[in-house]
């Protein structure tokens, strides 16, 4: 179910009235779509197919996807819960593998739900539901402190190149790379940002973009192999960018083309930076080589949104949505409790154990 | 005037019965579409919208335009003609300033006139007819020659990237970069291309792809902003690519992303090496710095060959469809006198002094 009536702030995913309400990103920039989402099977759908996508919001997306899978669950008794909630949040993290967020609101909710297994399961539906809805605010939170973290380290009249999205379309309300921007904006800081199109699912061009003019931010848009000459160029000052899973010696898996852009910084000597909730740090990961890399559809390089082909058919394509950016290229991650900088295992761990 | 008749051979462009023929690139790999061309201006606006492109086919392409902007010309005298010839060569160098091989045909054919400006007007229009059918049969032997040369670089099961279209369809019959891999291929090396689709106008996955599959070659196609994780995966030895203008240092000019790929390849120590006849030499310019760099339409970055938007109207975009190389990153470049090593001024004097 879905309509297009226009809401008067643009929120990635809300509840209204028990039932989802979230952005279809995949038919922006053309139309600002919201889909009404019932069920887990269409939630499900809706987060494989990324019509709901960014780290920080899979957190809240799957949160909300398990109150979707357990509320008409029949089971009286807390074991027979369990074992549905169990098997409703393997399936809803089966839909995408690389973003630790989506796996990180998935066992906020499994503990929330062990943590009253004394109570009434109707009880503890209301619970989890409650659980998703602070996820989200917390969520906007988090990205603020991200955000007036960031903006300390952008200087008036920075050239910000970023790719993919990490702004309010990757969270509940105001993003990470492009927080950090926002605030700089409010700031007075008189910034221009360069957008990697970010093929093949041109998140950059279709939302960053999108949003960084919703929210008057100058933004010129390139294709992903013209970065490196506008570094060359001296048109770029700094990158920032978001994160799908940060290991912990502080290597990060984000969008494909991101490892491309470290290696450009880097070469360039221009700061490299990434931002990122603490919910998006895997401790249990040693380093980024241990990272899961989902490979998607090869239709997805094969054509532009399955519809015009701009290749042979049958050739054969490799389609990694995420690659490696080793923590000795990463200037600094910024976090909501501070900047880690250098990004390494232990400023990484300072950082967490902060109060 | 076009015909989709299956012709037996691809021929990138050739007269019959007075009338140039050309593949419409614009239309691959969907249809192989041949445009039969009798007049200047249909030509030009081939050359401008790329429906023939690449470095060498453009001597060649240029040679040809002369000849359709000329031979309707009613001078008598040496004179007239000359001025009406210099007109006609003004008009198509403006089409497209990047490759300096389209400036190299106008030239050759400019001096084929004033050679023998003593002949009467009508002999010199066949003498520019038969010039231009030369540039067109030596380009084939070039690209022999130059194949021959860089196959030695290439070692069994090499795994080869590329950019953009450095093959048949960008010259007449063989190409620079892709003809070294189909000598190889000759050779009994296995190896396995992957071509970089090449954003915004697709050469890559258009052309590229639909050639080396024509020719058995295998081929992956993957979007520019994986090359950087493939190399640190291991998984390309070598990248060549061709080049729209080379200048008296070695630096060159080639299709945008390039230039990313040879910071990529220093990176990853890969050796990366660029195939070019000598035709793509200017020596007037002493570094990459002074290779004029054409801006294109903004549209082919917003839309799908101008068809399906992919970013909100409006937005601001940078377009242009070359960079520039420093020779310090290239490991050689492959001529059809030698193979250059390292790419640098005397080496080059040197290669181009050979008999």
Same mark, same amino acid.
């Given at each position: 179910m879905a309509y297009t009536g226009r809401l008067r702030k643009v929120k990635t995913i809300s509840w209204q009235n028990n039932k989802l309400i979230i952005i279809d990103q995949t038919r922006l920039p053309g139309q600002l779509r919201y889909l009404c989402i019932d069920n887990l099977k269409t939630m499900f759908m809706a987060i494989k197919e990324m019509k709901i996508r960014g780290a920080p919001a899979l957190a809240a997306a799957g949160a909300c996807a398990v109150v979707l899978g357990i509320r008409k669950s029949k089971a009286k008794k807390y074991l027979d819960f369990k074992k549905e909630l169990d098997k409703v949040v393997a399936h809803i993290g089966s839909s995408r593998p690389t973003a630790v967020n989506?796996?990180? #609101? %998935?066992? $906020?909710?499994? &503990? !929330?739900?062990?943590y009253n297994s004394n109570k009434p399961v109707k009880k503890i539906k209301e619970i989890l539901l409650k659980e998703s809805k602070a996820?989200? !605010?917390?969520?906007?939170? *988090?990205?603020?402190?991200?955000?007036r973290e960031? =903006? $300390?380290l952008i200087k &008036? #009249?920075?050239? *910000?190149?970023? *790719?993919?999205?990490a702004g309010i379309l990757a969270t509940i309300d105001y993003g990470t790379a492009l927080g950090v921007i926002y605030e700089s904006k409010k700031q007075g &800081?008189? *910034?221009?940002?360069? =957008?990697?199109?970010?093929? +093949? %699912?041109? !998140? #950059? =061009?279709?939302?960053?973009?999108? @949003?960084?003019k919703k929210m008057r931010v100058k933004v010129t848009l390139i294709c992903d192999n013209m970065a490196a000459s506008l570094m060359e160029n001296k048109k770029i000052d700094k990158v920032i960018t978001g994160a799908d899973r940060v290991a912990a010696n502080g290597d990060v898996a984000n969008k494909i083309g991101t490892y491309n852009m470290a290696v450009l910084a880097k070469f360039h000597n221009i700061p490299f930076y990434v931002a990122a909730p603490l919910s998006s740090f895997d401790f249990k %990961? &040693?380093?980024?080589?241990?990272? +899961?890399? @989902? !490979?998607r559809d090869k239709k997805e390089v094969l054509s532009l949104f399955f519809k015009q082909p701009i290749a042979p058919k049958n050739?054969?394509?490799?389609? +990694?949505a995420f690659d490696i950016?080793?923590?000795n290229l990463i200037t600094a991650i910024i976090t909501e409790k501070g900047i880690v900088r250098p990004a390494d295992k232990a400023n990484i761990k300072r950082i967490v154990n902060l109060k």
């Amino acid at each position: 179910m879905a309509y297009t009536g226009r809401l008067r702030k643009v929120k990635t995913i809300s509840w209204q009235n028990n039932k989802l309400i979230i952005i279809d990103q995949t038919r922006l920039p053309g139309q600002l779509r919201y889909l009404c989402i019932d069920n887990l099977k269409t939630m499900f759908m809706a987060i494989k197919e990324m019509k709901i996508r960014g780290a920080p919001a899979l957190a809240a997306a799957g949160a909300c996807a398990v109150v979707l899978g357990i509320r008409k669950s029949k089971a009286k008794k807390y074991l027979d819960f369990k074992k549905e909630l169990d098997k409703v949040v393997a399936h809803i993290g089966s839909s995408r593998p690389t973003a630790v967020n989506l796996f990180w #609101g %998935l066992e $906020r909710m499994v &503990k !929330q739900a062990q943590y009253n297994s004394n109570k009434p399961v109707k009880k503890i539906k209301e619970i989890l539901l409650k659980e998703s809805k602070a996820i989200i !605010q917390e969520d906007s939170l *988090i990205c603020r402190k991200i955000a007036r973290e960031g =903006a $300390r380290l952008i200087k &008036k #009249g920075d050239n *910000i190149l970023t *790719i993919c999205n990490a702004g309010i379309l990757a969270t509940i309300d105001y993003g990470t790379a492009l927080g950090v921007i926002y605030e700089s904006k409010k700031q007075g &800081k008189n *910034i221009r940002v360069f =957008a990697c199109e970010t093929r +093949p %699912l041109l !998140q #950059g =061009a279709r939302l960053t973009t999108w @949003e960084l003019k919703k929210m008057r931010v100058k933004v010129t848009l390139i294709c992903d192999n013209m970065a490196a000459s506008l570094m060359e160029n001296k048109k770029i000052d700094k990158v920032i960018t978001g994160a799908d899973r940060v290991a912990a010696n502080g290597d990060v898996a984000n969008k494909i083309g991101t490892y491309n852009m470290a290696v450009l910084a880097k070469f360039h000597n221009i700061p490299f930076y990434v931002a990122a909730p603490l919910s998006s740090f895997d401790f249990k %990961l &040693k380093t980024g080589k241990d990272i +899961p890399i @989902e !490979q998607r559809d090869k239709k997805e390089v094969l054509s532009l949104f399955f519809k015009q082909p701009i290749a042979p058919k049958n050739v054969n394509v490799i389609n +990694p949505a995420f690659d490696i950016t080793p923590h000795n290229l990463i200037t600094a991650i910024i976090t909501e409790k501070g900047i880690v900088r250098p990004a390494d295992k232990a400023n990484i761990k300072r950082i967490v154990n902060l109060k």
